[in-house]
C-alpha cells in the first residue's frame, strides 16, 4: 500500500486562538523547515524481521467490538497481516420466525434487528408489506414516516458518533452526542409511547398519529440541535488527534466499494453518489431538497464527514416535513389490512366481520414477491417477501446493510496497524443484531 | 489506490434525464418490463426460461447452468452495467413439490435499474449453482449464508463454510422449510451437545483457514496449535 499524503488543515478547537481569531495550529507531523503540516498514512507491512506471525483474538465480549464480533487477527509485530471476522453470535433466526407470522405480527421483528434505526426499519417493512398488497399509504403517513425515518437516522449517526469517539478516546462528544439522542428518544415516546422498540408502524398506516403540540416540539429539536453538530464539529473536523487516527485509513476506492457492495455513508466516502433515497426513491422523498454529502478519500476520516453531514441534511428534511404536513387520515381506508373502529366493530355486522377476520386470520396480500429498499441510516435496507396468497410470508428476507460492510473489513484492515482495526471497524457502523438476525 | 477519487454519481449513463420518482398505483401484474430482460432475451435465447413483471419489478428465470455467464454478461456489457450486487438469497416454497429459488438482486447504478434474476433448482438433484464471488465481491458473505441457511453448494466459492451457524452444527439448514421453526433436536439434546463440545475446537488453525501462513510459523508453535492449543482467548 502507497503512502497516502494529504494535508488536512490541523488545529485544535479547545485551546487558545490565534492573533487573527482561527484556532491555533497543531502540526502533526513537522517538516524539518517547520511548514508543511502533513499527515502520513501509516507505513505498509514492515520488513519480517524473524517471520513470527502472532495471532490475536478480539472479542466478541470486547466493547470496542460494539457488539459480538470477534475478530481473529494476523500479525506481523503490530501490523495486521489478514483478519477473519467471525459473526453469528446473536443469530436468532429473524427470517424463519417471520415465515411464521402474519404480516402485522413481523413489525416487532424489525425493532430488534437493527435496534438504532427500529423504527426506520418498521416503516421500511411496512412500504415492503403495502407493496405486496398494493396500498399506497396516505399523504399524511407518509410524511409521518419521512419524519420518523429521519429522527432515526439522526440517534443511530449520534450513536455512531458517541462510540467512535470513544474508541479512538475522545470521551466528550459521546455526551453531547447521547444527550441530544435522548431529546430524539423523548420525541419518539411521545409519539409512540415507546423509545428503543418502537413498533410504530402497521401495514396500511401508523399505530398512532403525532399527538398535539408534538410538531412544537419537533421544530424545537430543528431549531437547537445543529449547534450541537457544531459544537461537536468544532471539536473533533479539525481536531490533530482526530484527524491522525482517522485520516488514510480502510481506504476503499469506488470501484472496490461498488464491488463490495458497500451502501449509505460508506459507499459515500468514496465517491461514489448512491443514495437509495435519490434514486430508487419511496415515501415521495425526491420531493424534498436535500444534497447528498459525498467523499472523495473513501477514508475513515471522510466517513466520519459524510456523517456529520447527514445529520444536517436530515435536519433540513424534517424542518421541511414539518411545514408541509397534511391533514387528514393517517390509516388508509382499505378494510382489508385496517382494523375498522372499535365502536363500528360493536355496533356494524359488516364491521365485526372484518375485525374478526383481520384478527383470526390476518391480512392476506396476493400472490407475488417485493423487495422494497430503504435508505436506513447504514446503507440499502432491503426487505424482500414473497407471497403465496396466506397470510404469512413463504419467505422475509432481510438485506442487511451492515453484514454486506462488514464483509469487506478484511480488505480494509490489511496493512494497518492493531490499533488502527478498531478506528476502521468503528466507521464501519454495523450492528451485530442485524448482521446475525 | 489512493485518493481524491473521481466522483461517480449513480444515474450518470441514464439518458432519459428523468428524475426517479416515489412509484404509485403499482399494478401485481404487468407494467412496463426492465430493458435488459428484453436484451436477456435477445442475447441468451435458450437460457432464458421466462420473464415476469410482478409489482414493477422484473423477474428473469434463468437455466441454473447458465446463470453465471448471464449475470457476467449482465455486469461487463456497456449497455447493461449492473455493477452493484444488492443481495442474494434463496426462496423455497411450501409445496415441497415446487423447485428452490435462488435470488440475485442486481442493480445498475449507471442505468438505475433493478433486476432480479432468479434460478429454479430442482430438489432431486443437489442443489449447486455457479458462485458469482469471481464478478462481485460482495457475494462473498451473501453466498456463505445462503449456503448456511438453506444448504445451496456455491460452486467456485473460495471459502464455503457456514457463517451464522457454528462449524460445528449439525442439525441441517435452518430456513428449509422441512427445518421445524424449535430445531430439530430437543431442548435436552442441544444442551447436551452444547456442553459436550470441545471448545477448543473453535480455536484451531482448520477453522482459522490461515493454511498457507501455518508453513510460515515457528516449528515450537505449529507443534502447540496441531496439539490443539488455543490460540487466542
Given at each position: 500500500?502507497?503512502?497516502?499524503k494529504?494535508?488536512?488543515?490541523?488545529?485544535?478547537?479547545?485551546t487558545g486562538l490565534d492573533?487573527?481569531?482561527r484556532?491555533?495550529?497543531?502540526?502533526?507531523v513537522?517538516?524539518?523547515?517547520?511548514?508543511?503540516?502533513?499527515?502520513?498514512?501509516?507505513?505498509?507491512?514492515?520488513?519480517?524481521?524473524?517471520?513470527?506471525?502472532?495471532?490475536?483474538?478480539?472479542g466478541?465480549q470486547?466493547?470496542?467490538?460494539?457488539?459480538?464480533?470477534?475478530?481473529?487477527?494476523?500479525?506481523?509485530?503490530e501490523t495486521v497481516?489478514r483478519?477473519?471476522?467471525?459473526?453469528?453470535?446473536?443469530?436468532?433466526?429473524?427470517?424463519?420466525i417471520?415465515?411464521?407470522?402474519?404480516?402485522?405480527?413481523i413489525?416487532?421483528?424489525?425493532?430488534?434487528?437493527?435496534?438504532?434505526n427500529?423504527?426506520?426499519?418498521n416503516?421500511a417493512?411496512?412500504?415492503?408489506?403495502?407493496r405486496?398488497?398494493?396500498i399506497?399509504v396516505t399523504p399524511?403517513?407518509?410524511?409521518?414516516r419521512?419524519?420518523?425515518?429521519?429522527?432515526?437516522?439522526?440517534?443511530?449517526?449520534?450513536?455512531w458518533?458517541?462510540t467512535t469517539?470513544?474508541?479512538?478516546?475522545a470521551?466528550?462528544p459521546?455526551?453531547?452526542?447521547?444527550q441530544?439522542?435522548?431529546?430524539?428518544?423523548n420525541?419518539l415516546?411521545?409519539w409512540?409511547g415507546?423509545?428503543?422498540?418502537?413498533?410504530?408502524?402497521?401495514?396500511?398506516g401508523?399505530?398512532a398519529?403525532i399527538p398535539?403540540g408534538?410538531?412544537?416540539?419537533?421544530?424545537?429539536f430543528?431549531?437547537?440541535?445543529p449547534?450541537?453538530?457544531?459544537?461537536i464539529?468544532?471539536?473533533?473536523t479539525?481536531?490533530?488527534i482526530?484527524?491522525?487516527?482517522?485520516?488514510?485509513?480502510?481506504?476503499?476506492?469506488?470501484?472496490?466499494?461498488?464491488?463490495?457492495?458497500?451502501s449509505?455513508?460508506m459507499?459515500?466516502?468514496?465517491?461514489?453518489?448512491?443514495?437509495?433515497?435519490?434514486?430508487f426513491?419511496y415515501?415521495?422523498?425526491?420531493?424534498?431538497?436535500?444534497?447528498?454529502?459525498?467523499?472523495?478519500?473513501g477514508?475513515?476520516?471522510?466517513?466520519?464527514?459524510?456523517?456529520m453531514?447527514?445529520?444536517?441534511q436530515?435536519v433540513?428534511?424534517?424542518?421541511?416535513?414539518a411545514?408541509?404536513l397534511?391533514?387528514?387520515p393517517?390509516?388508509?381506508?382499505?378494510p382489508r389490512?385496517?382494523?375498522p373502529p372499535?365502536?363500528?366493530?360493536?355496533?356494524?355486522?359488516?364491521?365485526?366481520?372484518?375485525?374478526f377476520?383481520?384478527v383470526?386470520?390476518?391480512?392476506r396480500p396476493?400472490?407475488?414477491?417485493?423487495?422494497?429498499?430503504?435508505e436506513s441510516?447504514?446503507?440499502?435496507?432491503?426487505?424482500?417477501m414473497?407471497?403465496?396468497?396466506?397470510?404469512?410470508?413463504?419467505?422475509?428476507?432481510?438485506r442487511?446493510?451492515?453484514?454486506?460492510n462488514?464483509?469487506?473489513?478484511?480488505?480494509?484492515?490489511?496493512?494497518?496497524?492493531?490499533?488502527?482495526v478498531?478506528?476502521?471497524?468503528?466507521?464501519?457502523?454495523?450492528?451485530?443484531?442485524?448482521?446475525?438476525? | 489506490?489512493?485518493?481524491?477519487?473521481?466522483i461517480?454519481?449513480?444515474?450518470?449513463?441514464?439518458t432519459?434525464?428523468?428524475?426517479?420518482?416515489?412509484?404509485?398505483?403499482v399494478p401485481?401484474?404487468?407494467g412496463?418490463?426492465?430493458p435488459?430482460?428484453?436484451?436477456?432475451?435477445a442475447?441468451?435465447?435458450?437460457?432464458i426460461?421466462?420473464v415476469?413483471?410482478?409489482?414493477?419489478?422484473?423477474?428473469v428465470?434463468?437455466?441454473?447452468?447458465a446463470?453465471?455467464d448471464?449475470?457476467?454478461?449482465?455486469?461487463?456489457?456497456?449497455?447493461?452495467r449492473?455493477?452493484?450486487?444488492?443481495d442474494?438469497?434463496?426462496v423455497?416454497?411450501?409445496?415441497?413439490?415446487?423447485p428452490?429459488?435462488v435470488?440475485?438482486?442486481?442493480?445498475s447504478?449507471?442505468?438505475r435499474?433493478?433486476?432480479?434474476?432468479?434460478a429454479?433448482?430442482?430438489?432431486?438433484r443437489?442443489?449447486e449453482?455457479?458462485?458469482?464471488?469471481?464478478?462481485?465481491k460482495?457475494?462473498d458473505?451473501?453466498e456463505?449464508e445462503?449456503?448456511?441457511m438453506?444448504?445451496?453448494?456455491?460452486?467456485?466459492?473460495?471459502?464455503?463454510?457456514?457463517?451464522?451457524?457454528?462449524?460445528?452444527?449439525?442439525?441441517g439448514?435452518?430456513?428449509?422449510?422441512?427445518?421445524?421453526?424449535r430445531?430439530?433436536?430437543?431442548r435436552a439434546?442441544?444442551?447436551?451437545q452444547?456442553?459436550?463440545?470441545?471448545?477448543?475446537?473453535?480455536?484451531?488453525?482448520?477453522?482459522?483457514?490461515?493454511?498457507?501462513?501455518?508453513e510460515?510459523l515457528?516449528t515450537?508453535?505449529?507443534?502447540?496449535?496441531?496439539?490443539?492449543e488455543?490460540t487466542?482467548?
Open positions: 500500500m502507497a503512502t497516502q494529504r494535508t488536512v488543515d490541523v488545529a485544535l478547537s479547545t492573533a487573527e481569531g484556532p491555533q495550529r497543531v502540526p502533526l513537522t517538516a524539518t523547515d517547520g511548514s508543511a503540516v502533513a499527515v502520513e498514512a501509516p507505513p505498509g507491512i514492515e520488513p519480517d524481521l524473524d517471520g513470527e506471525h502472532m495471532l490475536i483474538n478480539i466478541p470486547h466493547p470496542a467490538t460494539h457488539g459480538v464480533l470477534r475478530l481473529v487477527l494476523e500479525l506481523d509485530g497481516v483478519c477473519i471476522p467471525h459473526v453469528g453470535y446473536l443469530h436468532c433466526g429473524f427470517e424463519k417471520g415465515e411464521y407470522r402474519q404480516y402485522n405480527q413489525i416487532p421483528w424489525t425493532d430488534r434487528e437493527d435496534y438504532l427500529s423504527i426506520g426499519n416503516c417493512f411496512a412500504l415492503g408489506a403495502e405486496l398488497f398494493g399506497d399524511r403517513c407518509t410524511v409521518l419521512v419524519m420518523a425515518m429521519e429522527l432515526s437516522r439522526i440517534i443511530s449517526h449520534l450513536v458518533l458517541g469517539c470513544i474508541d479512538i478516546g470521551f466528550t459521546f455526551l453531547w452526542a447521547f441530544e439522542r435522548e431529546n430524539v428518544y420525541l415516546e411521545g409512540v415507546a423509545r428503543l422498540t418502537t413498533s410504530a408502524t402497521r401495514v396500511g401508523m399505530a398519529d398535539d408534538w410538531l412544537d416540539g419537533l421544530r424545537n430543528v431549531r437547537t440541535f449547534k450541537t453538530i457544531d459544537e464539529d468544532r471539536m473533533l479539525k481536531n490533530g482526530w484527524v491522525g487516527r482517522t485520516v488514510g485509513l480502510g481506504v476503499m476506492s469506488p470501484e472496490e466499494a461498488v464491488n463490495y457492495g458497500l449509505g455513508p459507499v459515500r466516502a468514496s465517491g461514489v453518489a448512491y443514495d437509495v433515497r435519490k434514486d426513491p415515501l415521495d422523498y425526491e420531493t424534498y431538497d436535500f444534497d447528498v454529502p459525498v467523499g472523495t478519500n477514508d475513515v476520516y471522510d466517513r466520519y464527514l459524510v456523517r453531514e447527514e445529520l444536517r436530515s433540513r428534511i424534517l424542518a421541511q416535513a411545514d408541509r397534511p391533514d387528514g393517517v390509516n388508509v381506508d382499505d389490512v385496517i382494523l372499535k365502536s363500528k366493530a360493536t355496533s356494524e355486522m359488516e364491521s365485526m366481520i372484518h375485525h377476520k383481520l383470526m386470520e390476518g391480512p396476493p400472490l407475488g414477491e417485493a423487495y422494497v429498499a430503504i441510516p447504514k446503507g440499502e435496507k432491503g426487505y424482500y414473497v407471497s403465496d396468497g396466506t397470510s404469512k410470508p413463504v419467505r422475509w428476507r432481510i442487511p446493510p451492515s453484514f454486506v462488514l464483509s469487506a473489513i478484511s480488505k480494509m484492515v490489511e496493512g494497518h496497524l492493531l490499533s488502527d478498531i478506528a476502521i471497524n468503528a466507521s464501519i457502523d454495523i450492528v451485530m443484531g442485524e448482521i446475525d438476525r | 489506490m489512493t485518493g481524491p477519487f473521481q461517480e454519481y449513480a444515474g450518470s449513463a441514464d432519459s434525464a428523468q428524475v426517479p420518482a416515489t412509484p404509485r398505483n401485481n401484474r404487468g412496463p418490463v426492465n435488459s430482460a428484453t436484451d436477456l432475451r442475447k441468451f435465447a435458450a437460457a426460461r421466462r415476469d413483471v410482478v409489482w414493477n419489478e422484473t423477474n428465470y434463468v437455466a441454473p447452468e446463470a453465471l448471464i449475470i457476467r454478461w449482465l455486469h461487463d456489457d456497456p449497455s447493461q449492473y455493477d452493484y450486487l444488492a442474494i438469497t434463496a423455497e416454497y411450501r409445496d415441497l413439490e415446487q428452490v429459488e435470488v440475485w438482486h442486481l442493480r447504478l449507471p442505468y435499474r433493478f433486476l432480479r434474476v432468479k429454479q433448482l430442482t430438489k432431486n443437489p442443489l449453482i455457479p458462485s458469482v464471488w469471481s464478478i462481485y460482495s457475494a458473505w451473501l456463505r445462503c449456503y448456511d438453506f444448504g445451496i453448494k456455491f460452486v467456485g466459492h473460495p471459502d464455503l463454510r457456514r457463517i451464522l451457524m457454528w462449524e460445528q452444527y449439525r442439525e439448514f435452518p430456513l428449509r422449510k422441512d427445518f421445524p421453526l430445531g430439530r433436536f430437543s439434546e442441544q444442551l447436551r452444547a456442553l459436550a463440545a470441545n471448545p477448543e475446537a473453535r480455536y484451531s488453525m482448520e477453522e482459522l483457514s490461515i493454511a498457507d501462513a501455518f510460515d515457528p515450537d508453535m505449529r507443534q502447540r496449535l496441531r496439539g490443539g488455543r487466542g482467548e
